[in-house]
């Protein structure tokens, strides 16, 4: 079963490339993830509609969200949360 990460980004921000090299690694290794990635300048009716505050902002596949800026070790703790727990 394939899980999605939501990852809500803009060209604007500084610590957004930085992310979402972080989740296309942890997505590459694990075969159950899936990384859709949202341009809030293209796609603001998604933003608004999933109420996104600041970017970057992360939505795990249990709907905890991660906002701002987060180092590696911190993402994948919170999905290995997830899918231990989840």
């Given at each position: 079963?394939?899980?999605?990460i939501?990852?809500?980004t803009s060209?604007?921000?500084?610590?957004?490339?930085?992310?979402?090299?972080?989740?296309?690694r942890?997505?590459?290794?694990?075969?159950h993830?899936?990384?859709?990635?949202?341009?809030?300048?293209?796609?603001?009716?998604?933003?608004?509609?999933?109420?996104?505050?600041?970017?970057?902002?992360?939505?795990?596949?249990?709907n905890?969200?991660?906002?701002?800026?987060?180092?590696e070790?911190?993402?994948r703790?919170?999905l290995?949360?997830?899918?231990i727990?989840?």
């Amino acid at each position: 079963m394939e899980m999605k990460i939501l990852f809500f980004t803009s060209p604007t921000c500084s610590w957004c490339p930085f992310i979402e090299q972080v989740l296309e690694r942890i997505v590459r290794e694990a075969n159950h993830l899936e990384l859709e990635i949202i341009d809030i300048t293209k796609n603001i009716e998604m933003a608004e509609e999933m109420e996104i505050v600041a970017i970057p902002t992360i939505i795990l596949p249990n709907n905890q969200r991660i906002i701002g800026a987060a180092d590696e070790a911190f993402i994948r703790e919170q999905l290995d949360f997830y899918l231990i727990m989840g």
